[in-house]
DNA sequence: TCCTGAAACTTCAAGCTTGAATTAATCTGC
DNA sequence: GCAGATTAATTCAAGCTTGAAGTTTCAGGA
């Protein structure tokens, strides 16, 4: 999906398989950038801050199903992630209301506290990495996207 | 990641936050999309498609760590999915030039033929998904893409 | 020649990810 | 109330991914 046109395709259709290829390789550049500087700075990995994002704003806790819905991931998947959270300290299960089929998960106090601290660089990583975008650009970028995102969101 | 702006984030530096955040989001559901196609269509996966693509523009072979470069993933990762690759009858490794370090990879006979099969339909899925963006949208947020993202290539 | 360092790959452990199968709890229609 | 369908979550196998460590080969200098 990443492949890049060097015989340059051209054509019907090619622009916007050129413009999901450029999509595809921005993500990944910024996405490799901010895996590692996770890792070395605050030994974490991209999935668990997602996931204590998603939880971050929600101070009443999240059903797995929604943060599975919700960072566009599987259910196991979230389930796994979660185990780990937990066993960090990060993280915890609360089985309270009376669907017990569900669980509650919600950050712990030391989990808010940390993700607070890896926010703030988060954020700050994300301005310089999109540094050359200006304020006015960003805008208007995110507005396309939003558009064309929207057609495909929770659509099955 | 993926976070969303639920109460809506403001201050210095947030659209670049919620850009990255669209941005990641576009490319996420637009890749389980094709995941989803080419597992369902054609039995094969996602990074055995880009590394096809890339080894069909080069009809003469590449490096493994040409690949490795070119798909902005690890090395090792590479080494497996050759393997897979190479186990279905697809690619061949060729110990050809002086280097013995280095292996030479490239498609089969068979491997070429699968390959142009998948890439139109995945053209034509890619035209699908993003059907909403105009062409000429499209080309202009190619090139706002390509200039941000120009400052990271190949930066380390 | 031989040594040292670098380069190209592979191997490996740990973690991420999916989709399918399973378990448990709830809901629906009768 | 109860059988059957639905929903929430977990478990599992297979594959993807990384970063680190290891192997083989090459290149250059003493």
Redesign the pocket.
């Known amino acids: 999906m990443v492949a890049g046109p060097l015989p340059a395709p051209s054509g019907p259709g090619k622009d916007r398989l050129r413009l999901w290829i450029r999509l595809l390789r921005a993500s990944?550049t910024i996405e490799?950038e901010l895996?590692?500087r996770l890792?070395q700075e605050f030994n974490?990995?991209?999935?668990?801050f997602?996931v204590m994002a998603a939880l971050y704003r929600a101070p009443e806790g999240m059903?797995?199903?929604?943060?599975?819905r919700f960072l566009?991931?599987?259910?196991?998947?979230?389930?796994?992630?979660?185990?780990?959270l937990v066993s960090e300290g990060l993280v915890m299960?609360a089985r309270r209301n009376?669907?017990?089929?569900?669980?509650?998960?919600r950050l712990t106090e030391e989990g808010s506290k940390t993700f607070a601290v890896i926010a703030a660089a988060h954020e700050k990583w994300v301005g310089e990495l999109l540094g050359n975008v200006s304020e006015d650009e960003a805008r208007r970028l995110t507005g396309m996207l939003t558009s064309f995102r929207s057609n495909w969101e929770g659509r099955e």
């Open positions: 990944r490799a895996r590692e890792r974490t990995t991209l999935p668990r997602d059903l797995m199903s929604d943060l599975s566009l991931v599987s259910n196991g998947n979230v389930t796994g992630i979660i185990d780990r299960r009376g669907d017990r089929r569900t669980s509650m998960v």
